[in-house]
C-alpha cells in the first residue's frame, strides 16, 4: 500500500479532474488520491466512478451531498485517511494551479525532518503566474498580515499546497476547527505551529487556472481577515481548544 494519500476537493472539474488524477498516477513515487466531490452537477464524481475501473486499487472517492466549503472537504478528507495506514497526507488543487511533480518535493522535505510541508509561493520573492496584479496583492498583503497576528515566520500562510505527517492530523481536534474557506488553511498551520510542529516552506511556481472557474469570493476573504484576529484571541483565552 502507498504511503501517501492526495486529496482533492472538488466542484465542476470535469475539465479538470481526469487529468489531474493521471498525472498524479504517473509520478515515479506511488500515491493513491482520494477525490472528495461535493455532488457537482458538470458530473466530475461520475468521471471519478468511470477512472475507478482502471485504478481500482489507488483512486477512491467520496461524494458529499451539497458544496459545503473548502474546509469541511478536507477535514472530511483527512478523517477518511487517518482511518486507515497513510502516514503522508497531502492537500492538492484539482485545476493544475499546484504542479502534481511537487508532490515529490513536499514528500521529500517530510521524510528529511519536516512535520509539515508547505508549498510556497512566497519563499523565494513571488512566484505566481497568470494572476492580476489586484490578486497578487492581496495574496501577499493578507500572508504579511497572517504572519503579523500570529507570530508565525510562514511566508505564504494561506497556501493549499501542503503535506502532513499523519501525526500532526493526529494531534488536531478536526471537529474544533472553525473556519472553511482560505482561512482553513492559515487555521491549519496555527494549530500545528502552536503545537511545535516543524513546518517547512518549499518555494514553487503556482500557475493560475486555465480551464474551469475559480472559487475565491468576498466572503471568503472576510473570513480570512476577520478570522485570523479571532483565531487568535480564541488561542490566547481557550488554549484547550487548541
Not at 68 to 88: M, N, P, V
Amino acid at each position: 500500500m502507498a504511503d501517501g494519500l492526495v486529496i482533492i476537493p472538488t466542484f465542476n472539474e470535469i475539465e479538470n479532474v481526469e487529468a489531474i488524477i493521471k498525472t498524479v498516477f504517473d509520478l515515479k513515487k506511488d500515491f493513491h488520491v482520494l477525490i472528495v466531490d461535493d455532488n457537482s452537477p458538470d458530473g466530475t464524481a461520475a468521471n471519478v466512478r468511470q477512472l475507478q475501473e482502471q485504478f481500482s486499487d489507488k483512486l477512491f472517492l467520496e461524494v458529499r451531498t451539497e458544496k459545503s466549503g473548502l474546509g469541511t472537504a478536507y477535514i472530511h478528507g483527512f478523517k477518511w485517511a487517518l482511518a486507515r495506514d497513510y502516514e503522508y497526507i497531502f492537500e492538492m488543487d484539482a485545476d493544475f494551479s499546484h504542479k502534481p511533480s511537487d508532490l515529490l518535493r513536499l514528500h521529500r522535505a517530510c521524510l528529511n525532518g519536516a512535520d509539515m510541508a508547505i508549498g510556497s509561493r512566497y519563499k523565494k520573492g513571488i512566484n505566481v503566474v497568470n494572476w492580476p496584479l489586484g490578486r497578487i496583492l492581496l495574496s501577499y498583503g493578507a500572508s504579511f498580515y497572517v504572519k503579523l497576528i500570529t507570530g508565525m515566520r510562514i511566508n505564504d500562510p494561506t497556501a493549499g499546497f501542503v503535506c502532513y505527517r499523519r501525526k500532526v492530523l493526529e494531534s488536531i481536534d478536526l471537529d474544533s476547527v472553525r473556519f472553511i474557506g482560505y482561512a482553513f488553511q492559515i487555521e491549519m498551520k496555527f494549530r500545528a505551529h502552536l503545537k511545535k510542529f516543524k513546518i517547512e516552506e518549499v518555494s514553487i511556481i503556482f500557475t493560475d487556472r486555465i480551464n474551469g472557474q475559480s472559487k475565491m469570493s468576498s466572503k471568503i476573504v472576510w473570513e480570512a481577515v476577520f478570522g485570523v484576529i479571532v483565531m487568535k484571541i480564541r488561542s490566547i483565552f481557550q488554549k484547550g481548544l487548541f
